[in-house]
């Protein structure tokens, strides 16, 4: 099925580790995302790219990384996890104009110990 | 930055009744989109229904229409014949206009039951 698969569907990780969330999408759209969502929270974005080879930081970037390999790729990357990054990750993405809606990924549920 | 309020944590509504949920926004632009999302246990954002802010007819999908009042910036969900199956978190969402590539702004979501 078309849409946004995210890799792993769950993680638990050590205090210090690092890890990448990857994700991968075949509609072909330029613009893709990376949101955080806390319990009691709305999702916040953390990353976005517009397009192949940008990136720009969105509402809580900070202790993370992003890279878009390609059209169909986006990466999250914590180089030190922390407990506060504790929390379910959604990859997104979407065309520019107009915007029909964006297609989620099925998220990544991380806890860090 | 652009701010989007629900001010309903929870909502509680009988099979087959009307419930309407609550969204405020506060932006500085004019041309700009919103959105409903639906997020069910099984954690996937499902859209739901969009408003584009120049359109002034509200936006209808099936049993799901919204309230823009553009001038209050409130943007509110009703769902008509509610099921059991709507039963989920309800996320406002709201995204500049434009060719940019802005992510969506959400509110922190409101959760329906549906009471059999």
């Known amino acids: 099925n078309a849409g946004v698969t995210q890799t792993p569907k769950f993680q638990v990780l050590k205090t210090g580790q690092s890890m990448t969330l990857q994700c991968a999408q075949d509609?072909?759209?330029?613009?893709m995302y990376w949101y955080r969502q806390d319990p009691g929270m709305g999702l916040r974005l953390i990353y976005y790219s517009a397009s192949e080879g940008t990136t720009d930081k969105g509402e809580v970037p900070n202790g993370y990384n992003v890279s878009r390999l390609n059209k169909r790729e986006f990466s999250l990357r914590l180089e030190s996890a922390a407990p506060s990054q504790t929390s379910v990750y959604f990859c997104?993405?979407?065309?520019?104009?107009?915007?029909?809606?964006?297609?989620f990924g099925s998220g990544t549920r991380l806890t860090v110990v | 930055a652009q701010t989007v309020t629900q001010s309903q944590p929870e909502m509680s509504v009988q099979e087959a009744e009307t419930v309407t949920l609550s969204c405020t926004y506060d932006?500085?632009?004019?041309?700009?989109?919103l959105f409903w999302y639906k997020q069910p246990p099984s954690r996937q954002m499902i859209l739901v229904i969009r408003?584009?802010?120049?359109?002034?007819q509200n936006a209808t999908e099936n049993r799901f229409s919204v309230n823009f009042q553009k001038a209050a910036k409130s943007f509110s969900l009703k769902i008509s014949d509610s099921q059991l199956g709507d039963a989920a978190m309800y996320f406002c969402a709201y995204r500049r206009g434009g060719g940019g590539a802005d992510g969506l702004t959400f509110g922190k979501g409101t959760h329906l039951i549906i009471q059999p």
């Open positions: 408003q584009e802010a120049y359109k002034q």
């Open positions: 997104a993405s979407s065309e520019r104009q107009p915007p029909d809606g964006y297609t």
């Open positions: 932006t500085s632009e004019s041309d700009y989109y």
């Open positions: 509609m072909n759209h330029n613009s």
